[in-house]
C-alpha cells in the first residue's frame, strides 16, 4: 500500500553539538505559570490547578526570522524553557517525571492576542491564537546528561536590546516534574512530546523589524527577527 497524497515531513528539533534530529510528538503548552505573569494577564495565581493548550508540531520555527501573521494586528511574544521527553506512559509520579526528560531548550511562545482574546469572550479554543504557522520559534535542544534538571536560573528576553522579560525557573507555580506528572494523568505521554512550561510578565506585542533575543541561564539562547 502507498499513501494517496505524499505525507508531510515529520517535525524535529536539531541537538545541540550533533547531526542527530529531536522527533516532536506534540507540544503541550502550560498556561500562566508565573506568578507576576498570571497576575498581569488579570488572574489570581492562588486559584487554579495547571492548565494546557497545544501547539501543532509544524508549528516550529527554527533557524529562522518569524514572519508576522494574517489576520492579526496583536502578535505577542511569550519566552519560555522547553522540555523535551525521551520516554512517557500515563500517571507517572512526581518522583520518577525527570527520568522521562531527554533535554531542554528555550522557544517562544508567539500569540495573536486579539484572536486569543476573542476566543476566551466566546469561550472557545484557542488555537486561531496560539496555534498558528510558525509561532513557535525554539533552539537547539541541549541533553540532559550535559546540563543536569534546571531547577532555576535567570530567563531573560531583550527586543532591540531593550529588556522586556526577566524571571527565574524558580518561580515556576508548577516546577517540571509536576507537570508532567499532572500531564500524564490526562495524556498519554510518549517520546518526543515537547513542554513549553510558561512565561514570565512582561509579554508584549512585536512589530517588524523588531529582534528578539533570549536566554535561560544554564540552558541556551534565542534569536529571532520579526519580518
Known amino acids: 500500500m502507498g499513501y494517496v497524497i505524499d505525507p508531510p515531513a515529520p517535525a524535529t528539533l536539531p541537538v545541540k553539538d550533533s547531526d542527530d534530529l529531536f522527533p516532536v510528538h506534540r507540544i503541550y503548552c502550560v498556561g500562566r505559570n508565573y506568578a507576576a505573569h498570571t497576575i498581569e494577564m488579570g488572574h489570581d495565581p492562588d486559584k487554579e490547578p495547571p492548565f494546557f493548550f497545544q501547539k501543532n508540531p509544524d508549528n516550529l520555527l527554527v533557524g529562522k526570522d518569524f ?60 488555537e486561531v491564537g496560539k496555534a498558528f504557522e510558525h509561532s513557535a520559534p525554539c533552539s537547539a535542544i541541549v541533553p540532559a546528561s550535559e546540563i543536569g534538571h534546571p531547577a532555576s536560573g535567570a530567563l531573560t528576553l531583550d527586543v532591540d536590546g531593550e529588556r522586556r522579560q526577566e524571571g527565574d525557573l524558580n518561580q515556576m507555580i508548577w516546577k517540571i516534574p509536576e507537570m508532567i506528572s499532572y500531564l500524564s494523568g490526562l495524556f498519554e505521554l510518549v517520546p518526543g512530546d515537547l513542554i513549553l512550561t510558561g512565561t514570565p510578565s512582561g509579554v508584549g506585542p512585536v512589530t517588524k523589524g523588531n529582534r528578539l533575543h533570549g536566554e535561560v541561564e544554564g540552558v541556551g539562547t534565542l534569536d529571532v527577527g520579526v519580518v
Open 67 to 126: 514572519p508576522y501573521p494574517s489576520a492579526s494586528s496583536d502578535v505577542h511574544f511569550e519566552f519560555e524553557l522547553a522540555v523535551a521527553l525521551k520516554s512517557g506512559g500515563t500517571d507517572i509520579s512526581i518522583d520518577d517525571a525527570l527520568a522521562h526528560v531527554y533535554g531542554y531548550a528555550v522557544a517562544l511562545d508567539m500569540t495573536r492576542r486579539d484572536l486569543q482574546g476573542e476566543a476566551k469572550k466566546a469561550g472557545r479554543p484557542w
